[in-house]
DNA sequence: CAGACTAATGGCACTCAGCGCCAAAGGTCA
DNA sequence: TGACCTTTGGCGCTGAGTGCCATTAGTCTG
């Protein structure tokens, strides 16, 4: 490798700053706070993470590929709406070890109201994944109405998932996605 | 009146936002700008408004209110699902003279990625909206699944039916929220 | 009319996020 | 050893947001 060779790493930053996080709050912790925990000047955090905000969020780019190929490799037999369905049910699949720090990473994102506001922002590419495989599946510009409308049904039925999972301790959350995809049904006249 | 009058009002700094965002856009606007077109002290500002960002949304709160006894006006005979729909419509249901200021302001709100951002905490108090509606309709608690995921559901539809509203110069409001609420159906199965 | 009272104003000083700039550090390679 | 390259991190700045408090401009009472 050439060239000074980094100090840190993400997964490095991450993990001061998420103890920190639990233990002073969010809002509390100064990137000074975290740059010092990390044994790093302030200033190069931000070559990690262009914003205190985007820290929670990890290597969220990274992930958002595996969605996109989840989704490619639903069957195509499978109605639109199923598949999408599936794959984020699929997506949203996580080992037992992994489960724990991802549902207190959620919860931080989704209870932190900093965090909330700028989440808008990494939703939006998580929309267009499912904007792009509904547009694929039924012949429509990604950007026209129908695939876009997908998405942010997809996100809506996600985002109560989650937040249904972390209110209670012992849900499993493939179970509430499930359920807020089956509400929908519901909600549409299929009974209620 | 007691006390000193104030100087100027909501409707006053809003125009001269509106003014300068529109003209140097929302990022390059400090409020020390804002706060010297009213001809006012910075520190007034945050008197009116809590942030900058808060400033495009006007008095959001005062109009949620409406939003809320256009739900209760829903006659109880149409199903859930349909009475949202209409509540929604309802509420985003404006004279021309008003249409053309509320399309600038969505558009500033929807296409500038600070407001999108700061917007997600809106959102929430719209999405609760619906969430008491349906709860009070289906008789479930307002925090349980069922109308928490009508809330997103709802918001994503008007969300998604705004985005092409805007992006069409031509188009009505209400036939976009209309198509969208419709599309739920196609993606749902009634056949694409 | 004078003086008490009240609420809005706005200046000041401060914290913190974020950014541009640039010299220094700490590696690799010929 | 010295050229080369990339990361680091310090410095200084801008701008949002906040607490504090004296000032201002009204109303109300005697």
């Known amino acids: 490798m050439i060239g000074r060779p980094p100090v840190t790493t993400h997964a490095d930053i991450e993990a001061a700053a998420f103890t920190l996080f639990a233990h002073k709050g969010f809002a509390e912790t100064t990137l000074e706070d975290i740059a010092q925990a990390v044994g790093v000047g302030r200033r190069t955090i931000f070559r990690y993470y262009p914003s205190k905000n985007d820290i929670p969020w990890g290597r969220f780019d990274e992930s958002l590929a595996g969605f996109r190929e989840t989704l490619q490799r639903m069957p195509a037999e499978l109605p639109v709406f199923d598949a999408v369905h599936q794959g984020v049910i699929e997506f949203n699949r996580f080992d037992d070890a992994v489960l724990s ?60 998932a989650y937040e249904s999972w972390l209110s209670d301790e012992n849900g499993s959350l493939t179970e509430s996605l499930s359920r807020s995809f089956s509400e929908l049904g519901t909600l549409m006249g299929r009974h209620g």
């Not at 991802?102 to 904007?131: C, D, F, G, N």
Request: proline share 3%; glycine share 4%.
């Open 101 to 160: 720090q991802h549902r207190e990473r959620m919860s931080l994102i989704l209870r932190t109201p900093e965090l909330q506001a700028h989440s808008a922002l990494r939703y939006e590419q998580w929309r267009k994944v499912i904007a792009d495989y509904v547009a694929m599946r039924t012949g429509h510009y990604a950007a026209s109405s129908l695939p876009v409308t997908a998405g942010h049904v997809g996100l809506a039925l996600a985002l109560s």
